[in-house]
């Protein structure tokens, strides 16, 4: 077994990706091209969820809460409006504070649409990333002090040495592997791990982390270690299949809650991986976009001069993000799923609905994830902040991908009432979207 790594300094790294399992990744290369411009990433001041937060705390029209126990944790949710119920528990050695995470003490994760925090019981900071509509990800680290100021701090490059490289598509982003974790937490590096995203079975996912909720005789790595890699899905320990109860594992004082709710990581998987995807297509077209001026201005072009290789990025672009909301690749479900918290209704709670009441964030769960397979993320800044000659190209795609008839080649599994429900929906929600679609938005359209 490799030993473990030492402690990190007091606030190093940052936010295992995600917040989760990550394995130790090597220092980012194409990461240099987002230090330049018009990214410059590192020297642009962010924008978001968090640092609005930092804005008010600094102004004194709001306050934290510090609680012995949990510090800082249960304030900075309530102030994000991130909920309790999302909670997942992380216990492979593979983030920021390593040293502390174990079986017995997990790390956990709470999430929002755009905004993810990490906690481990008796660590020494609260961990944040969110994403910025400009910057992608952002890093922070609260300190877990006492403090009449508490501050948020803005984390790059020790971040970014995991969380700017080939597991995030080159982007600050996020990552989340399942690992196969020896009784320490220590990942069994021989034995490999997967990426999860949505197009990896569940019979794959979750190795090194906490699972609670129903799934039948589907299989995942979750609840339990390892003397070595399972040679098929029948070595796996059928104790850590259908769990309800965490009781007696880790001990749940000095956390908010006892509870890793498998919808909630499922939730969690499309929505990390999807982020790094808008990232990298909106980072791609502005630098397209910004190389095109300066050729034009070069070269004594009009500046509405349109060349080849942009247009190649755009369409590059606008089917990567076609693909990632529509679920192109999701790995099916063979059986129903159900989770051990009011997650699943919390998350269906806040959503736009169409006159016809549906949205974007109603959950299947019997055979994929979402009843309308569309990625609720068209409704984020991050998403509004695109270029607008990305968002041209995008739903020109999607009225494509989406119009009645056959399903486009690659989206079999759409059907023509899932598509008309994805047409109605986004016609009534999101701005920007063709405006023939209107049709499919009326009461009784489905």
């Known amino acids: 077994m490799s030993p473990a790594p030492p402690a990190p300094r007091r606030g190093a790294g940052l936010l295992a990706?995600?917040?989760?399992a990550t394995l130790v990744a090597p220092p980012a290369t194409a990461g240099d091209d987002f230090e330049q411009a018009p990214i410059r990433y590192s020297a642009t001041a962010a924008d978001n969820t968090v640092s609005r937060l930092q804005e008010r705390l600094d102004a004194g029209t709001e306050t934290l809460a510090w609680k012995e126990g949990t510090g800082w944790l249960a304030s900075v949710l309530a102030a994000l409006e991130v909920p309790v119920s999302s909670q997942?528990?992380?216990f492979s050695k593979t983030s920021l504070q390593q040293a502390r995470i174990g079986p017995r003490n997990p790390r956990a994760l709470y999430f929002n649409?755009?905004?993810?925090?990490?906690?481990?019981?008796?660590?020494?900071v609260v961990e944040l990333s969110v994403a910025d509509?400009?910057?992608g990800t952002v890093f922070y680290t609260l300190d877990q002090a006492p403090s009449p100021a508490p501050r948020f701090a803005r984390r790059t490059e020790d971040c970014l040495l995991c969380h700017g490289g080939s597991q995030t598509r080159g982007v600050p982003g996020h990552v989340i592997r399942s690992v196969y974790p020896a009784a320490s937490g220590q990942p069994i590096f021989s034995a490999g791990s997967h990426r999860v995203d949505d197009a990896t079975p569940l019979a794959d996912r979750w190795g090194g982390w906490y699972v609670t909720g129903r799934h039948g005789g589907q299989r995942h790595l979750g609840n339990v270690t390892y003397a070595a890699r399972p040679a098929d899905a029948a070595a796996i320990d059928p104790a850590g299949q259908n769990v309800d109860d965490?009781?007696?594992?880790?001990?749940d004082s000095g956390y908010l809650a006892a509870a890793s709710d498998l919808v909630a990581l499922s939730v969690l998987a499309h929505q990390a991986s999807a982020h790094n995807v808008l990232t990298r297509a909106g980072?791609?077209?502005r630098t397209a976009l910004h190389r095109e001026a300066a050729l034009n201005r070069d070269l004594g072009q009009p500046a509405s001069q349109r060349w080849p290789s942009t247009d190649t990025v755009l369409d590059a672009s606008a089917a990567a993000l076609v693909d990632c909301f529509l679920f192109r690749h999701e790995a099916p479900l063979t059986e129903g799923i159900e989770g051990t918290t009011g997650f699943a209704a919390e998350f269906a709670a806040h959503a736009p609905r169409d006159a016809a009441g549906r949205?974007?964030?109603?959950?299947?769960?019997s055979r994929r994830l979402l009843r309308h397979p569309c990625s609720h993320l068209v409704h984020s800044a991050s998403f509004a902040a695109l270029p607008p000659e990305l968002h041209e190209r995008f739903w020109a795609r999607m009225d494509a991908v989406l119009a009645p008839g056959a399903p486009a080649e690659g989206f079999a599994h759409l059907s023509a009432d899932d598509r008309r429900a994805i047409r109605g929906i986004l016609a009534a929600t999101v701005?920007?979207?063709?405006q023939a679609w209107r049709a499919d938005a009326a009461p009784g359209a489905e």
């Open 17 to 20: 990706t995600l917040l989760v």
């Open 88 to 90: 997942t528990l992380v």
């Open 113 to 124: 649409d755009d905004v993810y925090v990490g906690y481990v019981r008796g660590g020494d």
């Open 133 to 135: 509509p400009l910057l």
């Open 246 to 251: 965490l009781g007696g594992r880790f001990g």
């Open 283 to 285: 980072f791609d077209v």
């Open 359 to 365: 949205s974007l964030k109603d959950l299947d769960l």
């Open 431 to 434: 701005p920007g979207a063709p």
